[in-house]
């Protein structure tokens, strides 16, 4: 793929639990200047639900030594509500965000998704004027969505009524 994107082209990295609510997060990907956009963490690494990876950074990427990177990313601990959590609950999060710190990347953290960093969150509660200002919905677990209440939200969001 490095040989075919354009440097100023985005990969997108996406689960398949995350929802497309808005454009807004396209929007600011677009006329940003970041090498990689992702959902802002307490933990200081992108979530890794859903990510932006330019070109160029894509390119660096995969000519760094991945192996060693992914290494020390998976070697690190985190605390969560003040108990220490081994890195392989969450590897891909600390896995990307740290081959983007080790290839020179600038990585722009912002808030994009709904809910919010381990906040549950009831699918009754959501309606198009509470989602105002979110690009996406991320049905995990953490956060008290299911993916199977995916189709439900959907209809909801784009009902008549």
Same mark, same amino acid.
């Given at each position: 793929?490095?040989?075919?994107?354009?440097?100023?082209? *985005?990969?997108?990295?996406?689960?398949?639990?995350?929802?497309?609510?808005?454009?807004?997060?396209?929007?600011?990907v677009i006329t940003g200047e970041s090498e990689a956009v992702g959902q802002y963490t307490?933990?200081?690494?992108?979530?890794?639900?859903?990510? &932006?990876?330019?070109?160029? %950074?894509?390119? !660096?990427?995969?000519?760094? /030594?991945?192996?060693?990177?992914?290494?020390? =990313?998976? =070697?690190? #601990? *985190?605390?969560?509500?003040? #108990?220490?959590?081994?890195?392989?609950?969450? /590897?891909?999060? !600390? =896995?990307?965000?740290? %081959?983007? !710190?080790?290839?020179?990347?600038?990585?722009?953290?912002?808030?994009?998704?709904? /809910?919010?960093?381990?906040?549950? &969150?009831?699918?009754?509660?959501?309606? !198009?004027?509470? %989602?105002?200002? *979110?690009?996406?919905?991320? &049905?995990?677990?953490?956060?008290?969505?299911?993916?199977?209440?995916? =189709?439900?939200?959907?209809?909801?969001?784009?009902?008549?009524?």
């Open positions: 793929i490095t040989k075919e994107i354009n440097r100023n082209d *985005y990969i997108l990295k996406l689960d398949s639990d995350v929802m497309f609510i808005s454009d807004k997060i396209f929007k600011e307490k933990k200081g690494y992108m979530e890794g639900g859903s990510c &932006f990876l330019r070109g160029s %950074l894509v390119s !660096r990427i995969v000519g760094h /030594p991945i192996y060693k990177a992914v290494n020390e =990313a998976a =070697a690190g #601990w *985190y605390p969560i509500r003040n #108990w220490q959590c081994p890195i392989s609950l969450c /590897p891909e999060d !600390r =896995a990307i965000s740290e %081959l983007i !710190r080790k290839s020179g990347g600038k990585l722009r953290l912002i808030k994009f998704r709904l /809910p919010s960093e381990r906040s549950t &969150f009831s699918v009754d509660k959501i309606t !198009r004027e509470h %989602l105002e200002g *979110y690009s996406i919905l991320h &049905f995990s677990h953490w956060c008290g969505l299911q993916e199977k209440q995916m =189709a439900e939200v959907w209809g909801r969001l784009n009902s008549d009524s």
